[in-house]
Nanobody, 115 residues
Framework: QVQLVESGGGLVQAGGSLRLSCAAS????????MGWYRQVPGKQRELVAT???????NYVDSAKGRFTISRDNAKKTVFLQMISLKPEDTAVYYC?????????WGQGTQVTVSS
């Protein structure tokens, strides 16, 4: 059974930085795609950034220039470096890993940006 364990969330002031990490376990294979999504109460979960095993990245427009996604394929770990954080970045951030057609999710980590 694949499990994703996230870490790195917390409370930060506007303009600050945070680094999220997510490690996948339970599979001998490395995920095809890993990514980060976020959700606020009453809204749909939205994509923040994804990265393929080959290093191709994709970002939501609001994250471009401020967030950087990276991964360590050998350790099946994905990172999200966030700088210049804004109050509107406040959300629960979820790690996602795709193995073929199967999607797995982490439990979520809260990111709160105070103004």
């Amino acid at each position: 059974q694949v499990q994703l364990v996230e870490s790195g969330g917390g409370l930060v002031q506007a303009g600050g930085s945070l680094r999220l990490s997510c490690a996948a376990s339970g599979s001998i294979f490395s995920p095809n795609v890993m990514g980060w999504y976020r959700q606020v109460p009453g809204k749909q979960r939205e994509l923040v950034a994804t990265i393929t095993s080959g290093g191709r990245t994709n970002y939501v427009d609001s994250a471009k220039g401020r967030f950087t996604i990276s991964r360590d394929n050998a350790k099946k770990t994905v990172f999200l470096q966030m700088i210049s954080l804004k109050p509107e970045d406040t959300a629960v951030y979820y790690c996602n890993a795709r193995f073929g057609v199967l999607d797995y999710w982490g439990q979520g980590t809260q990111v709160t940006v105070s103004s």
